[in-house]
């Protein structure tokens, strides 16, 4: 598929350059079409039957999720919010007075507070690693990590310069010191191949609106077989064995749905969000994790080397492929965003960097448009 067949699948009008995805991902046209025929649905509730929306549909996201996760369905759980998914991970894991749960400095802050509170409550401390200039995350973290780390609560790509963790390395480091990976995978899931059996996280959980295209309001979780067994958040009865018989639901059972399906949020079929996520996963799985990779490097090394000349470098030691965090030269001017914006260039500042982030849509005339605005801004 060439990259105009790929931008005629979404609605990026010409004089726009949409460099922007970790804040917010275009959804397909495709995935908007089935949301507005899912609202359609919700008029007539009499003709849409049980089966179908309480439960095939998001059986099939949860299937369309898992390959994302190199997991088994079984042991996804569709959730609103990374926050969410986190607050799970922490109400379910074991933390003793003394010890550390790791976060990077800068992280963003769905896996921040929760385990602020979480250390306050257990008498626990946070270790927040920082990494000097030309210090990659994963040396970082890996200098951090001791017979005290009980948790590593950490993303894939750093939201907001862009490094890439190790995940593997980190989580034999971890494993071997006794201690849990817990990550949020918002900026990274989606974009490459997660290697599940050697990052063996406990919890990895991703918005569904930036790199996976989704609606906003629903996520996804991974929780480890071995933590299948623990407390959700809430007690929906959904996720109760029998909950398909609407006539008997007051025969109150004892036991949960198989796998993490206790972990799904209530009112987890979301009639009107499911159907739209379904068809963004099952775009972005028929393109493969490789491809996609690929493809994406592709893109931001180009729009790396469209700056250089203009002295707007990426300082990120091991930048993850899909993510361009790009330093500002000294002298440049406030508010480039926005002045950008100006340009008809969509991007984001995060701290002192530039977030430049495309997708599979994003072609040459968006990359020289980005380099003609640059310019213009630093003039
Ligand atoms: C790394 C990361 N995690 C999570 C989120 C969103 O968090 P939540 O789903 O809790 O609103 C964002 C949004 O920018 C993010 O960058």
């Not at 299937?63 to 609103?80: H, K, Q, R, S, W």
């Not at 894991?93 to 409550?121: C, H, M």
């Not at 030309?134 to 890996?142: K, S």
């Not at 951090?144 to 480091?173: K, M």
């Amino acid at each position: 598929m060439t990259v105009t067949d790929i931008r005629s699948l979404f609605d990026l009008p010409r004089d726009h350059a949409y460099l922007n995805c970790a804040y917010m991902g275009p959804m397909p046209r495709a995935a908007a079409e089935a949301g507005k025929a899912a609202y359609d649905r919700r008029m007539r509730p009499w003709e849409a039957g049980i089966q179908d929306p309480f439960f095939d549909q998001p059986e099939a996201l949860r299937a369309e999720a898992a390959p994302l996760f190199g997991a088994a369905a079984d042991d996804i759980a569709l959730i609103p919010a990374a926050s969410y998914g986190l607050a799970m991970a922490a109400q379910n894991l074991a933390l003793e007075p003394g010890q550390d749960i790791l976060t990077l400095a800068g992280q963003f802050p769905s896996n921040v507070y929760i385990w602020r509170e979480k250390a306050a409550r257990s008498g626990a401390r946070i270790k927040t690693v920082r990494r000097s200039a030309n210090q990659n995350w994963t040396e970082a973290v890996l200098g951090a990590i001791g017979p005290q780390t009980a948790i590593a609560a950490l993303p894939e790509t750093h939201w907001a310069d862009g490094g890439r963790l190790d995940l593997a390395v980190i989580s034999d480091r971890l494993r071997a010191q006794g201690g849990r990976l817990v990550l949020d995978l918002t900026q990274s899931l989606g974009t490459s191949r997660f290697d599940l059996s050697s990052i063996r996280p406990d919890f990895a959980v991703a918005a569904g609106y930036k790199w996976l295209l989704g609606p906003y309001t629903l996520g996804y979780a991974y929780i480890a077989p071995e933590q299948q067994g623990g407390r959700p958040l809430e007690e929906g009865w959904i996720v109760r064995e029998g909950a398909e018989d609407f006539a008997r639901l007051v025969d109150y059972a004892e036991h949960y749905q198989a796998g993490a399906r206790r972990f799904d949020m209530g009112e987890r079929s979301g009639f009107q969000l499911v159907p739209a996520a379904l068809e963004s996963l099952k775009w972005l799985n028929a393109f493969g994790p490789e491809a996609l990779a690929a493809a994406l490097l592709e893109r931001t090394q180009a729009l790396e080397e469209a700056v250089r000349a203009l002295g707007v470098i990426c300082d990120t030691p091991d930048r993850a492929a899909h993510y361009l965090c790009l330093a500002l030269p000294s002298g440049a001017p406030g508010g480039m965003a926005q002045q950008l914006a100006r340009h008809g260039v969509s991007v984001s500042q995060r701290g002192e960097r530039l977030r430049v982030t495309p997708h599979l849509y994003t072609d040459e005339a968006d990359i020289a448009r980005f380099a003609n605005a640059m310019k213009a801004a630093l003039a």
